[in-house]
């Protein structure tokens, strides 16, 4: 049987017009950026014009943009300079955010380096604005504020320009996760009011190991990791040059599929939704799949029996990639935090599928009679 792959959130599979791009950074131009004979300088070239393409898309400037490792280094970067550096002594953040950020502001709070608060959450797993409003009328220091614009498990969508707005009224630095959105939905930071923004390569049919981190002009902030003076020295070490490249083409070519890759992603999801409704007793959807929510992501809930307690595990023999929230938990079967936090029921087993350009409709019929059986 082919296998079926719907946990795109985690990673999806490299275009081969990627790998094309990139190809010829692995063989013949494997000049060091740093080098300054024409070998060296062509890499550094291309580096260069991967950055102005990359901030042309998100409506940056290209001394705005810095690539790095990946979204958890970028997301580390951000909210350890902010309170090290922007003099952030307050961080507002939620209890649904990714571990990249959550780990980071853990550590930091009990490391005594900054006060820490969680905003609270509305029922269907949207922030609530008027607590994020409460909390920075009340705070005396100066507040970071990290919210992810949408979440890797239910998907739901953060407001930015609202958030950006309430940050900017109580002079606070604004950080935002957007690893999930990147790729996925056109942006124009001349005219968001965000500090921060992230973004990984293999979240959109790039590598794996690289990413960015958007540094608004107006922010000054020393670096991370000491050494070199690459990324006009804000990340010291040899680039991932290749990476940068496959990078750079994956966000041009995700740019110019989005409206027919986005309108066909939807259709497939509400398909799913449909279909799972249709065939399962008692299905249940996190978070507000059919409002403010990424198209790519559905989170289900399954009753749960004997037999639904063993899903993923049943999936998985069946050849069906699906996970039970985040791929980067997954080993641990400690249950989502996400879900955890919006919908705390030990009666249901909690199953995300999320879909790529490559998925069809067919699949999603070969998946639900799967469902059907081992339930």
Known sequence: MERIYLDNAATTSLDPA???????????HFGNPSSIYSYGRESRMAIENARKSVAKILNAHPAEIFFTSGGTESSNMAITASVRDLGC????????????????VEYLYQNGEAALSYVKLLPDGHIDLNDLENLLEESEEKCLVTLMHANNEIGNMLDIHAVGEICKKHNAIFHSDTVQTVGHFPFNLRNTPVHFITGAGHKFHGPKGVGMLYINENVKIKPFVHGGSQERNMRAGTENLYGIIGFAKALELATSNY????????????????????????????GDPTG???YAVLSAS???TEKSEMILFNLDINHICASGGSA????????????????NNPNQVTVRFSFSKHNTKA??????????ELI
């Open 302 to 304: 399954f009753p749960k």
């Open 363 to 372: 699949e999603i019929d070969t998946v639900v009679d799967k469902l059907k």
């Open 18 to 28: 990627v790998l094309e791009a990139m190809m010829p950074y692995l063989t013949k």
């Open 292 to 294: 403010q929510s990424l």
């Open 89 to 104: 002594k307050h961080i507002i953040s939620s209890p649904i955010e990714h571990h990249a950020t959550s780990h980071t």
């Open 259 to 286: 409206e027919s890759d986005s309108t066909y992603i939807t259709e497939l999801k509400l398909f799913m939704m449909e279909q799972l409704q249709k065939n399962i007793k008692g299905i249940a959807f996190n």
């Open 328 to 343: 980067c938990t997954s080993g641990a079967d400690q249950g989502s935090h996400v879900i955890r936090a919006i919908n």
